[in-house]
């Protein structure tokens, strides 16, 4: 009787919880401003969405002048096609939020990308401006971004639900320093219906393996994380424990020696380890968002949901706003250069004959990470299709397809995995590099593109429950449509190993389009390009080693990244001449508010030193920016060495409003030393305007007893002024225009560059000088420790690789101490290898040099 009762009792309860949770995501209402309706001469109120949309479609086929196309009616075609799956499937309210939110950017002037995802395959999306990408010229599919067959909607009491995982996804790239006023505008438009989205961190196998030899097997840092490489990446993520052990023997067979380890870090990998913020995603519902889900505040006040991005999605619309820094060095440099993104021509020579020869990667989108640049060099694209290869091919699993595709390029004869689908592969060399191939090979062979885009899911997920279902449903199809065999055995092939490697077309072609702006304006109008990058550094996680990439790159631009100068540089970086003057803004440590005021007091042209110490004071810098600026050598007008500026810029610190008053006065007979007028007035018990003395003995040794620890550190850097120069110049600018290394421990002849590696041969032996940008260690094929470092210089950087082969070099400098860590300064000689530097002796400088009391602490 009693379980009866609690049954139905609980049956009720999950009833009630079945009544209040949402079938799925019901789409926030979307207003159209009733100007756009004028604008088109309609009434708002005998017009639906769907109509709105069409119109807006329409517009865009006539603005864009589509109509002049020889192939018009393909355009008109796929656009009603488009358009009738859109209002069938629910999803034009949600086309509509894009358009909306897309066009207050453009309107706003918000710089914004020409796509990323499958949202490129869209034609609406084109048309009415959220994509700059046209699909039909480059082959690219709806049903990649919707098909019938991935979305779902549920029809309750009149109010249509769609369902959240299988929604359509559009992702907007917008200009970094914008993307606040984005979301602000957003927030406006749906009051108290968005928030931000949680994201809940979790425990690698790869952190638990290091750990666990840590604290369970007591292994040192150095040993457990050579543990911890046995850990191979799959696709860009770190493999399960599990999977690793069957994959790599070394880790296998450590397993096998340390199984209480292996076990335990298997139980704790993959728990939760913290929450944190979708760096991109908001969360937009059309009811009140604490109704839906509970809500927190960051620490910055910001509202975050308590659901992750799975969970959310269930409920609301997820919408990605991406902020790129590279918009908005494209478009700033536009901007100076009077021209749109848009009107450079993406099959100019201009583009694509520097890749030919690129040494200079450094702004080009995508192209300057390593190993799309290695990929890059390889293939040396011709014209955009090539160059969204390289985006494709520089992955796992499709990187091996680079030398393939380097000759299809080189000798434009592609291979054939089968004649019936040459037509399909060809442009890529017979490489089923894309998505989209896969899906046009299925068509070919009978599918529809919806089934096409089925089996490209279950293709991509890895759906081993679902393939033995389609490769039956293949061997159908090859039989219904009399093909032969071998294009089935064909066609499955590609289908299998695809999941490796194959790319979304529609992704690489957005992209590529970034990467071909970014190197026509980097290469045809360097000033303007790199300016508007270094602008943009302030938004960079480290401002200074991003200046540092860019101030590598310009000696070969012809241009010079002149030094911060109080007198002569603008707030921000500026053009000057046929060069660029460094920001004061940018120099590290220094607060904007005080700079302004600084210039201010200064009235003169050529101030004193007691002048600029007396107005750091009254506009409120403190002695540490004041010591930077001098450091930085923004004083330029003094040409006292810096390390002796800053120690008398601390003294005259030191001094009370009554001293700093009558010294001032006095600065003309001393030459405005003030630690010279200092020692005048005590020696000759000097009195001051108001009849008593300057300074009496007392207060001279309590003056004296501040002072001690500022001499210490003037008397340590004065032994090294050179190097004191370059260490204050690297640290606050970012790089050095005063002086090199070389100069600075030797002389510059004496020393190679990372530059003039390019042109030494293999086995060429050579000296060099450069700061250790990071290490890593491991063991080599043959089970020799090695030691690899990243070096840079002035101009570059550089690998170079110690092993511990019969020599064993490397434990000889470990017993020596001499293992270099990041930021050392090392000297090195050694052979060129391929793209390496095979170490035969290694030293690292150890002068130290001192920027503020804590560094003597």
């Not at 700033?332 to 250069?337: E, M, P, Q």
């Not at 033995?468 to 066609?491: T, V």
């Not at 190097?723 to 290394?741: D, P, Q, V």
Request: glycine share 6%; hydrophobic share 35%.
């Amino acid at each position: 009787m009693e379980d009866r009762y609690l049954d139905k009792q609980f049956f009720n309860d999950f009833q009630s919880y079945q009544d209040c949770v949402p079938p799925g995501v019901r789409l926030p209402e979307i207003k159209i401003d009733e100007s756009y309706y004028k604008e088109f001469g309609i009434n708002s109120e005998k017009i639906t969405n769907a109509d709105f949309l069409r119109l807006i479609c329409d517009k865009g086929l006539k603005d864009k002048e589509i109509y002049r196309k020889n192939n018009y009616k393909s355009y008109q075609d796929r656009l009603d096609y488009e358009l009738n799956i859109i209002d069938d499937l629910g999803f034009t309210d949600y086309i509509l939020l894009n358009w909306d939110i897309l066009n207050f950017c453009h309107k706003n002037r918000i710089p914004t990308g020409p796509g990323r995802g499958s949202a490129a395959g869209s034609l609406i999306l084109f048309l009415i401006n959220v994509t700059k990408v046209d699909p039909i010229k480059y082959d690219l599919y709806f049903e990649r971004f919707v098909s019938r067959s991935r979305a779902k909607k549920t029809v309750q009491d009149g109010v249509t639900f769609l369902d959240g995982g299988l929604l359509a996804d559009v992702d907007n790239d917008i200009a970094y320093e914008h993307r606040q006023k984005v979301i602000n505008y957003i927030e406006s438009k749906y009051p108290n219906r968005t928030c931000k989205i949680l994201t809940l961190n979790t425990l690698s196998g790869k952190l638990c393996i290091k750990e666990c030899c840590k604290i369970v097997a007591s292994f040192s840092e150095q040993d457990a994380n050579l543990v911890s490489d046995y850990i191979p990446k799959e696709f860009g993520v770190v493999m399960k424990l599990e999977k690793a052990r069957s994959h790599n023997d070394k880790f296998s067979n450590f397993c096998k020696n340390n199984l209480e380890v292996y076990e335990i870090a298997k139980t704790l990998e993959g728990l939760k380890k913290n929450s944190g913020v979708h760096p991109s995603g908001i969360a937009i519902s059309y009811n009140v968002m604490s109704d839906l889900c509970p809500l927190q505040k960051t620490n910055d006040g910001s509202i975050v949901s308590s659901y992750d991005m799975h969970w959310i999605s269930e409920l609301t619309v997820k919408f990605d706003i991406l902020g790129l820094r590279t918009l908005s060095a494209i478009y700033s440099s536009c901007a100076l250069l009077n021209i749109k993104p848009e009107d450079i021509p993406l099959d100019s020579e201009k583009i694509y004959s520097n890749f030919s020869h690129l040494l200079h990667p450094h702004g080009i989108f995508q192209i300057e990470a390593g190993a799309n640049f290695s990929v890059c060099k390889k293939i040396r694209p011709q014209n955009l299709e090539q160059l969204s290869a390289v985006i494709a091919i520089a992955r796992p699993g499709a990187i091996d397809f680079a030398d393939n595709y380097k000759d299809y390029v080189k000798s434009g004869s592609a291979q054939s995995i089968n004649h019936f689908f040459d037509d399909v592969l060809d442009y890529t060399g017979g490489i089923p590099l894309y998505q989209e191939q896969l899906m046009k090979m299925a068509v070919k062979i009978g599918f529809n593109l919806d089934e096409a885009e089925q089996l490209r899911r279950i293709v991509g997920k890895k759906r081993v429950d679902k393939m033995k279902e389609w490769k039956d449903k293949i061997s159908d199809k090859i039989k219904e449509n009399n093909l032969d065999s071998s294009i089935g055995d064909s066609f499955w092939k590609v289908a299998e190993d695809s999941a490796n490697y194959s790319f979304n077309k529609s992704h690489s072609i957005s992209y590529s389009i970034l990467s071909a702006w970014t190197a026509f304006i980097k290469f045809n109008h360097p000033k303007e390009f790199f300016l508007s990058l270094l602008k943009m550094t302030e938004y960079e996680p480290s401002p200074q080693d991003e200046i540092k990439k860019i101030s590598q790159e310009l000696p070969f631009f012809n241009i010079e990244l002149l030094p911060p100068d109080l007198s002569k540089s603008q707030m921000d970086f500026s053009i000057e001449g046929n060069h660029i003057r460094y920001g004061l803004n940018s120099i590290k440590g220094i607060n904007k508010k005080s700079l302004t005021s600084l210039r201010d007091f200064i009235n003169s042209d050529n101030p004193n030193k007691f002048d600029t110490f007396l107005s750091a004071k009254t506009a409120g810098l403190n002695i540490g920016i004041l010591s930077s600026l001098i450091q930085a050598g923004a004083l330029s007008s003094n040409q006292t060495s810096r390390a002796r500026l800053v120690l008398e810029a601390q003294v005259f610190n030191l001094l009370t409003d009554r001293e700093k008053r009558i010294f001032y006065k006095l600065g003309d007979r001393y030459d405005f030393d003030i630690l010279k007028a200092i020692d005048h007035a005590v020696k000759g018990n000097l009195i001051g305007d108001d009849n008593k003395p300057i300074m009496k003995p007392s207060r001279f040794e309590t003056l004296k007893s501040k002072y001690k620890n500022y001499k210490t550190i003037y008397d340590k850097n004065k032994q090294y002024e050179d190097f004191a120069n370059w260490f204050f110049e690297t640290k606050l600018l970012g790089f050095s225009y005063s002086t090199t290394l070389g100069k600075c421990f030797g002389s510059s002849h004496k020393f190679s560059s990372s530059l003039d590696l390019l042109s030494y041969e293999n086995g060429y032996k050579s000296k060099y000088i450069g700061v250790v940008e990071d290490s890593f260690s491991g063991k080599s094929r043959k089970n020799n420790d090695y030691l690899k470092l990243v070096i840079s210089d002035e101009l570059g950087s550089f690998n170079a690789i110690l092993v511990d082969g019969r020599d064993k070099k490397l434990k000889k400098f470990k017993s020596r101490n001499t293992i270099p860590e990041k930021n050392n300064i090392v000297i090195l000689t050694g052979s060129k290898g391929d793209d390496v530097i095979f170490i035969d002796d290694l030293s690292i400088i150890d002068e130290k040099i001192y920027m503020k009391l804590s560094d003597i602490k």
